[in-house]
């Protein structure tokens, strides 16, 4: 239900909407509030001039909107740092893997059980 607005308000005030969405920021109910169309906000200095309660609400949708905007903003950052680190865990993995091929194709053994087993053998060689 839209409400007429004089012209010196600002082009998509909506003081229905205002209301409405204070009322469900008041109660909690923030998805409600993001499916009434609460990013779409747009504060009017006129009404907030005009009427103190106006300049409340409106003041409360936008800072629940900065807050929104601030937490998925560093939703996004942490997704991106989460894949940074896999992809370089994989390019880790990768450049390790043919070193431990190699490592495991030229010896079974670590090189002190070699050492170890090559001793044990020229001992036991060296009695009849």
Same mark, same amino acid.
């Given at each position: 239900?839209?409400? $007429? @607005? ?11 909407? *205002? ?10 109910? @923030? ?10 906000? @747009?504060?009017?200095?006129?009404? %907030?001039?005009?009427? /103190?309660?106006?300049?409340? %609400? $409106?003041?409360?949708? /936008? ?11 560093? *939703? ?5 740092? %989460? ?7 994989? %390019?880790?993995?990768? #450049? ?8 495991? *194709?030229?010896? $079974? ?9 090559? *001793?044990? #053998?020229? #001992? ?5």
């Amino acid at each position: 239900m839209a409400t $007429s @607005v004089p012209a010196e308000h600002a082009p998509g005030c909506d003081p229905a909407l *205002r209301a409405r969405l204070a009322a469900l920021l008041e109660a909690d109910a @923030v998805d409600a509030a993001l499916d009434a169309g609460l990013m779409r906000h @747009v504060p009017c200095p006129a009404c %907030e001039a005009a009427d /103190v309660r106006a300049a409340q %609400e $409106s003041a409360r949708i /936008v800072e629940e909107c900065r807050r929104l905007s601030g937490a998925w903003a560093a *939703r996004e950052r942490h997704r991106a740092r %989460e894949a940074r680190l896999r992809r370089r865990e994989a %390019e880790r993995a990768a #450049k390790l893997a043919p070193a431990i091929d190699a490592q495991a *194709r030229s010896s $079974s053994l670590p090189s002190a059980a070699a050492a170890a087993l090559a *001793r044990a #053998k020229a #001992k036991a060689a060296g009695r009849p």
